[in-house]
């Protein structure tokens, strides 16, 4: 073999490392090329996910549930003289999955009102108790609500519902709605709400 010496003092040797310098540094130009285009397409991947983590910070729907408060309209049939401040009977709205409770509002008072035309207003203002199981959970987790519950303290079972509404807000930012469907009060004063497709909508 020849030496290093021999190597540099021989024309053909030296055009042949020159050639292999010339396609080394042509296949790292290529390298080159594909570890930007890789570089840039990692970084604007980056960049999406960061707008997409800094916009789900800042959407009220992600945070924890603190506060809620919630009204509450319902209208009875019935032609009964109503004018009431029922200030030691209020109401309970409930947020259920099952048997259990996700979210429970509750008021001290409550009213009734006759309104004509065989109309009862039924109205009450609730808010969330601090110790509440939903205090501190994720607002999101309240999409596992398969039915609200609610009870006034002086409607009567049996008594007729034609309609109604309640509106929940939580953490002063977030509104969630739903219709109360005519039905009859059911035992232990109870009445149902199963079409919760607006509050589902808005939790998203």
Do not use: C
Request: neutral net charge; charged residues 20%.
């Amino acid at each position: 073999m020849k030496g290093l010496r021999g190597m540099w003092n021989d024309i053909a040797e030296l055009r042949t490392f020159s050639s292999y310098f010339q396609w080394i540094s042509i296949g790292l130009v290529f390298v080159s090329g594909f570890l930007q285009v890789g570089k840039f397409i990692v970084d604007r991947r980056e960049k999406a996910l960061s707008a997409i983590e800094q916009a789900e910070k800042l959407n009220p729907v992600s945070q924890v549930i603190r506060t809620a408060t919630a009204v509450v309209e319902l209208h009875e049939a019935s032609n009964e003289l109503r004018n009431n401040h029922f200030m030691d009977s209020g109401a309970a709205l409930g947020f259920a999955q099952g048997n259990v409770a996700l979210m429970v509002l509750r008021s001290l008072d409550s009213f009734a009102l006759q309104q004509g035309n065989n109309d009862v207003l039924w109205r009450a203002t609730l808010n969330l108790d601090f110790a509440d199981a939903a205090v501190g959970k994720p607002m999101r987790s309240l999409k596992n609500t398969d039915h609200i519950e609610l009870i006034f303290g002086q409607l009567k079972e049996g008594a007729t519902v034609k309609s109604g509404r309640i509106t929940v807000t939580i953490n002063s930012a977030v509104q969630i709605q739903a219709d109360i469907p005519p039905q009859t009060v059911a035992p232990q004063q109870l009445i149902i709400i199963q079409r919760l497709d607006d509050i589902k909508e808005a939790l998203k």
